[in-house]
Nanobody
Framework: VQLVESGGGLVQPGGSLRLSCAAS????????MSWYRQAPGKERELVAT????????DYADSVKGRFTISRDNSKNTVYLQMNSLKPEDTAVYYC???????WGQGTQVTVSS
């Protein structure tokens, strides 16, 4: 199982970023996928989950209405579109597949002026 995140960076408050997670080594199209994040000094928290079909999604209250999770099963990739970013969104963002308990290496998102 391999998960490779990309798309992080430095953005000003109110800006947008799109994270990608390329998956390999398992049957991606049949499994739900999630994004987590971990801010300095804090526990890792669930941000969003998407069902294997992409039809059902779930979000943490802190990101509802601002973040959108989606997937492209033809590319074995899950995305996290992040809009209206706030300084409190600063964290390392991780891709996660629950059935294997596998994490990617993470991608840093920093929201600062």
């Amino acid at each position: 199982v391999q998960l490779v995140e990309s798309g992080g960076g430095l953005v000003q408050p109110g800006g947008s970023l799109r994270l990608s997670c390329a998956a390999s080594g398992f049957s991606f199209s049949s499994l739900a996928m999630s994004w987590y994040r971990q801010a300095p000094g804090k526990e890792r928290e669930l941000v969003a989950t998407v069902s294997w079909t992409g039809v059902s999604t779930d979000y943490a209250d802190s990101v509802k209405g601002r973040f959108t999770i989606s997937r492209d099963n033809s590319k074995n990739t899950v995305y996290l579109q992040m809009n209206s970013l706030k300084p409190e969104d600063t964290a390392v963002y991780y891709c996660y597949v629950a059935i294997f308990g596998s994490w990617g290496q993470g991608t840093q998102v920093t929201v600062s002026s």
